[in-house]
């Protein structure tokens, strides 16, 4: 287990274990030394309140918290652009598999961290070299993001 940095600096994940990607956000969070609230959405979803908040705070609309594979976007219409807000937000609620993920809360702002690495703009500084469970390398044994990366 990560030492929990100097100062405080709470960090929440709205994480799903069975994706690679939110797997590889909550990696990267710890290795900046972090262990965050992990929100299980799929068990535990945001509220529509929240998921508004969410998407205002990280600058996005609320089509982008959709997530379209392995969901019931298509069968539910939702790529319907006479849809709104409302409507999307009723059918996250409803189906919770649809919220694209990760979704990162940090003391530095809100993001959708697809591709895994956007979450590095959210964090302090890691602690180390870091890859991806794929083996691609993101950070040298510095912690500094790798050209590319």
């Given at each position: 287990?990560?030492?929990p940095s100097a100062q405080p600096f709470d960090v929440v994940i709205y994480?799903?274990?069975?994706c690679g990607t939110s797997r590889n956000t909550l990696a990267m969070i710890?290795?900046?030394g972090l262990e965050p609230h992990v929100v299980a959405y799929l068990t535990s979803p945001p509220s529509r309140r929240m998921l508004h908040h969410l998407a205002q705070r990280a600058g996005l609309p609320i089509r982008a918290l959709l997530r379209e594979k392995g969901t019931p976007y298509a069968?539910?219409?939702l790529a319907d652009p006479a849809l709104g807000d409302d409507a999307l937000l009723d059918a996250i609620a409803a189906h919770p598999i649809l919220l694209n993920r990760p979704l990162v809360v940090s003391p530095k702002g809100v993001r959708l961290c697809r591709p895994s690495e956007?979450?590095?703009d959210l964090l302090p500084p890691q602690?180390?070299?870091f890859a991806k469970e794929d083996g691609a390398p993101v950070l040298d044994a510095q912690g500094q993001r790798l050209t590319g990366a």
């Open positions: 287990m990560p030492e994480h799903n274990p069975d710890r290795n900046a069968e539910l219409g956007a979450v590095l602690r180390g070299a």
